[in-house]
C-alpha cells in the first residue's frame, strides 16, 4: 500500500460457470475477464472494502451457477432452469419430462416486451380462460363471458391463442373474415362496436387447413397478436387458451408477466379424469405467478325441458320411440310437467367434482354451468346465450359466475 492506495492482483477460479448466472462484486475495480478464470486487477485506487461473490453450488469440486428462471418439482437434478441459453438442450435436460418445452420456450430478455406492454398499457383488464384438458368448454365459456362483458357495455376483446383449433370464430359468428391492416397494426374483427376479436382461425384460407406449426412459430404468433393488434381503449381483454400447459402457456405467461395479467378462470368438468389435468394447471399458474380468479364446474349436469327429451321403449335388441305417446298422456294428465326442467349427472363423479378439488388447493369455486343443448346450439350458430330465450335457464348459471369474477376485477378498481 502507497499514499493510501493499493495494488491488488488475484486469479479467481470459476469452472464450468454460465457467467449469466455468476454475480462478481469487486469495489472501484477494473476486470479482464477470461472463459474459465477471472482476473481481477486493482490498482492505483483507494483501499476499500474488496468483496468477491459468486453464486452458484459445488458439484464434484466445481462451482455450477445457478438456475436461471424456475425449476419444475419435475426437473432433473442440476436442471439450468427455464430461462437459461442451456434450457432444454444441456446434458443435465437429457430425458426429462419439460425438455421440449424449455428447448423451444423463448429466452432471455425479450425486446419485444416493451412493445407488448406498450400495447397492452391500453388495456385495463386481463384474464386469460384455461383449462388443463380438452373439450370441456373453454371456449364456449370464453366466448359467452365476452358477449355478456359486451352486453354490460364494456370494451371487450376477445384473443384467441388456441393455434391448431381456433374455434372462437364459429363461436361468434365470423367465420369467412379477414383480418385488415392500418397504420396502427392489425385491426381485430368486430361483431358488435364493442366487441372485437382475433384468431388465427381468420388467417387460414381454408377453414380445415391443418395448422402444423412447431413451438417456436407458435410463439412468435402468440407475440405478434400481442404486440400488432391495435384493440384501442380495452375494459377486458379475455384470451382463450389452449388445453395444456405447454408453449402457447408459457409464451403468453412471459409476454404479459409485466403487463399485470389479473388473472385466470380455469374451466373442467366434473369427473375425475378432467380434473386430474385441471390440478396441473392451476400449479401451473402458480407457478409462473397468474393469480387464480376461480374454477368452473362446466357440464355439471345435463338440464333441459322435460318436452325437449325423447322416450324410447327398449326391449331386448330392439328400440321403440314412444315421444309422441308419452308427450301426449303428459299432455292429457299432467300439462304444468312439460315446463319442468329435468336434470341428471352426466358423468361419473368419483372425486367429487371442481368444488371440492378447489377447496383442496385453496384456489376460489366460482359455480357451475349445466349441459344445456340450448347453450351448443348458441356457440354453434354463433350467437349470445344471454338474448335466447330458450337459454335462460343457463344464462343464469353463467350469470351467477360472471357478476362473481367482476366483484373481484372490478373492486380492484375502487
Known amino acids: 500500500m502507497l499514499n493510501g492506495f493499493c495494488q491488488i492482483s488475484t486469479w479467481i477460479p470459476v469452472n464450468k460457470l454460465s457467467w449469466r448466472g455468476c454475480h462478481l462484486h469487486v469495489s472501484g475495480c477494473r476486470g479482464l475477464f477470461f472463459s474459465k478464470w477471472v482476473y481481477v486487477l ?15 453450488t459445488m458439484h464434484n469440486g466445481n462451482l455450477e451457477a445457478a438456475p436461471v428462471g424456475q425449476v419444475p418439482d419435475d426437473a432433473n437434478q442440476h436442471c439450468p432452469g427455464t430461462e437459461a ?24 430478455p425479450d425486446p419485444d416486451l416493451v412493445a407488448i406492454s406498450e400495447r ?34 364494456k370494451q371487450v376483446g376477445l384473443l384467441d391463442i388456441d393455434i391448431c383449433g381456433p374455434s372462437i370464430p364459429k363461436m361468434l359468428g365470423l367465420e369467412g373474415q379477414e383480418i385488415h391492416q392500418s397504420n396502427l397494426g392489425w385491426s381485430p374483427v368486430y361483431l358488435e ?23 417456436p412459430r407458435k410463439n412468435g404468433l402468440i407475440k405478434q397478436f400481442l404486440k400488432d393488434v391495435y384493440w384501442g381503449d380495452l375494459d377486458y381483454l379475455v384470451v382463450d387458451a389452449p388445453p395444456g400447459t405447454s408453449d402457447e402457456h408459457i409464451s403468453i405467461a412471459q409476454y404479459l408477466k409485466a403487463t399485470n395479467v389479473d388473472g385466470a378462470v380455469i374451466v373442467t368438468t366434473p369427473q375425475e379424469v378432467s380434473i386430474i389435468d385441471v390440478r396441473k394447471e392451476i400449479n401451473f399458474c402458480k407457478k409462473v405467478g397468474i393469480p ?28 321403440e320411440d314412444v315421444t309422441e305417446d308419452v308427450l301426449e298422456e303428459l299432455e292429457r294428465v299432467s300439462p304444468h310437467l312439460l315446463s319442468v326442467f329435468a336434470c341428471t349427472e352426466v358423468f361419473h363423479v368419483s372425486g367429487f367434482g371442481a368444488e371440492a378439488m378447489a ?9 357451475r354451468v349445466p349441459l344445456d343443448p340450448e347453450l351448443s346450439r348458441a356457440a354453434e350458430e354463433g350467437h349470445s346465450c344471454f338474448t335466447d330465450l330458450k337459454c335462460q335457464s343457463t344464462a343464469r348459471s353463467l350469470n351467477i ?13 375502487g
Open 292 to 319: 387464480i380468479l376461480g374454477v368452473v364446474e362446466n357440464m355439471s349436469i345435463l338440464q333441459q325441458p322435460l318436452r325437449n327429451f325423447k322416450f324410447k321403449r327398449v326391449a331386448d335388441d330392439v328400440e
Open 42 to 56: 486493482v490498482v492505483g485506487l483507494p483501499v476499500v472494502p474488496v468483496s468477491l461473490e459468486v453464486q452458484g
Open 359 to 367: 377447496k383442496d388447493m385453496n384456489v376460489p369455486f366460482l359455480g
Open 193 to 215: 362496436d364493442n366487441l372485437g376479436v382475433m384468431s388465427i382461425g381468420f388467417m387460414l384460407p381454408n377453414p380445415d387447413e391443418a395448422v402444423v406449426w412447431r413451438g
Open 401 to 413: 359466475i360472471i357478476k362473481r369474477i367482476l366483484l373481484v376485477l372490478e373492486g380492484k378498481d
Open 120 to 153: 397492452m398499457s391500453s388495456v385495463k383488464h386481463k384474464v386469460l380462460v384455461l383449462s388443463g384438458k380438452g373439450g370441456v368448454g373453454k371456449s364456449t365459456f370464453a366466448a359467452q363471458f365476452s358477449f355478456a362483458l359486451a352486453e354490460h357495455d
Open 85 to 108: 441459453e442451456a434450457a432444454g438442450k444441456a446434458a443435465a435436460c437429457k430425458g426429462c419430462p419439460n425438455q421440449e418445452i424449455c428447448a423451444t420456450a423463448p429466452k432471455g
